[in-house]
């Protein structure tokens, strides 16, 4: 093999040994001149998301098109609601809360009754999951997604009699105006409880009970604890979603306070 070699004044070099000097030079001098860096401070700063933040021209024009075509789908009336609805309006139970516990009975029961045989008891949902009110009037996608935003799924979990028990228990404790269906509570005037039904029958601590609720609350939210690791099944259906099949289908809302959960008197 044919070597090819480098002249100067002082003689001839052999060219692989002289890259490789130049390379392991340049080597030493690189690592010589590395310096090391230390992390001295971090500087962080609040940046309001308000009012004072101004839009880009380029943006609002590129995605304006597509706000349009949403705004429609969201927009167009789905159902009709007479009377105003808001989670404040009444103590214990409200007909907003009623709707969603409707709701979800509803459109999980033909899915549940249909992929397991069994039926739904229960449904047990959150008074702070409603996150808007519903005004008189049309009802729309948007309507849905302004009182459900969360992307919460319906659950079923399977509790025994001393677990609904349990339940039964947190929410006369708390007197709040959770959405419950399936369930009547009545409360004397010490707040205990004078009557307690289950789909017009007493509470039978031997019965396995088919509770609907959100995957929120499954898990422990509100601090639920009573469903803690008892078996449930998921469907894929988000509440909102059902909101949305629901109003397609019923044409008025008539939805009212009544005495799922109120005072004996």
Known sequence: MK???????????????????????????VSCNQKE????KVVGSKIAIDSSLTSVPEIEEYIAPFKKSLDVQMNEQLSYNPVSMYKSDYKLN??????????????????????TGKSIDIVLLNNGGIRAGM??????MRSAYEIMPFDNEIVIAELTGDQVNELINYLIER??????DGLQILLNEDGTAASVLINDKP???????????????????????FFKDTPFTSFDYKIRNAMIDYFKKVDTLTFQRDHRFDYAH
């Open 175 to 180: 007197k709040s105006a959770h959405p419950i």
């Open 203 to 225: 509470l039978d601590t031997n019965k396995v009970y088919h509770v609907a609720t959100n995957d929120y609350l499954y898990n422990g939210g509100d601090n639920m604890s």
């Open 37 to 40: 860096y230390h992390l001295q």
């Open 135 to 140: 005004p008189a009037g049309p009802v729309s």
């Open 3 to 29: 070597k090819y070699r480098l002249e100067n004044r002082k003689g001839t070099w052999n060219y692989s040994a002289f890259a490789k000097a130049v390379v392991l030079a340049t080597i030493f001098l």
């Open 94 to 115: 409200t007909p907003i809360g009623n709707m969603m516990a409707t709701i979800v009975r509803t459109q999980g029961a033909p899915v549940y009754k249909s992929r």
